[in-house]
Nanobody, 121 residues
Framework: QLQLVESGGGLVQPGGSLRLSCAAS????????IAWFRQAPGKEREGVSI????????YYADSVLGRFTISRDNAKNTVYLQMNSLEPEDTAVYYC??????????????WGQGTQVTVSS
């Protein structure tokens, strides 16, 4: 059974960078996509970036386009989210998930425990 574990969150100043990791134990072959979602206090969980496992295409929410990059290291079975030019509005708990793909959270079956990202001076 696939398990996902996120790491790399923390406190960073506006304009700074962080790289989140999503380590997978088990096969992702039954899934079409790995995605990063985030949830800020009082807000709904929103999709940030998607990596299509089949064709390796990547997708980004408008709010992070040009600042965030999703990538995968197959040898390490790990998906990364490189986050640059961070803004206070990026503060949230970040989750990685595996599933069918798309921007809707309930299309994803496997979730990590989340990692907190706080952008503040």
């Amino acid at each position: 059974q696939l398990q996902l574990v996120e790491s790399g969150g923390g406190l960073v100043q506006p304009g700074g960078s962080l790289r989140l990791s999503c380590a997978a134990s088990g096969s992702t072959s039954n899934y079409y996509a790995i995605a990063w979602f985030r949830q800020a206090p009082g807000k709904e969980r929103e999709g940030v970036s998607i990596l299509n496992i089949i064709d390796r295409n990547t997708y980004y929410a408008d709010s992070v386009l040009g600042r965030f990059t999703i990538s995968r290291d197959n040898a390490k079975n790990t998906v990364y989210l490189q986050m640059n030019s961070l803004e206070p509005e990026d503060t949230a708990v970040y989750y990685c998930a595996a599933g069918l793909g798309g921007w809707v959270a309930h299309w994803y079956d496997v979730w990590g425990q989340g990692t907190q990202v706080t952008v503040s001076s």
